[in-house]
């Protein structure tokens, strides 16, 4: 059974920053892309930043770049996104999810929701003012 398990959010200040992690388990961790989404109260779930399986592409949502930093540790089966110069804004529940991309280069990394085949349950980010 496939399991993406996220961590490391709560409350920041605006300009904090935070740190979450996504364990994941019953899978091949090394051969899924792994991508990071969110979903503000009323609001549509929304792309945030995703890594290629091979870890050398990254791609990020123009709302996050520069202040995001996504990351991935084979050896221990964890993506990261690290949350730098938070704003009020990137309030969300946040979501890590992986992608087999059969068809796709190992360098690729998906922006599209519909790629993911598995999502964790996510972890409540909260960015005051």
């Known amino acids: 059974q496939v399991r993406l398990v996220e961590s490391g959010g709560g409350l920041v200040q605006a300009g904090g920053s935070l740190r979450l992690s996504c364990a994941a388990s019953?899978?091949?961790?090394?051969?899924?892309?792994l991508g990071w989404f969110r979903q503000a109260p009323g609001k549509e779930r929304e792309f945030v930043a995703a890594?290629?399986?091979?870890?050398?592409?990254?791609r990020y949502a123009d709302s996050v770049k520069g202040r995001f930093t996504i990351s991935r540790d084979n050896a221990r089966n964890t993506v990261y996104l690290q949350m730098n110069s938070l704003k009020p804004d990137d309030t969300a529940v946040y979501y890590c999810?992986?992608?087999?991309?059969?068809?796709?280069?190992?360098?690729?990394?998906?922006?599209?929701?519909?790629?993911?085949?598995?999502w964790g349950q996510g972890t409540q980010v909260t960015v005051s003012s």
């Open positions: 999810a992986a992608a087999f991309l059969m068809y796709s280069s190992a360098n690729y990394a998906s922006e599209l929701a519909s790629d993911y085949d598995y």
């Open positions: 890594i290629s399986k091979s870890g050398s592409s990254t």
């Open positions: 019953g899978l091949t961790f090394s051969r899924y892309a």
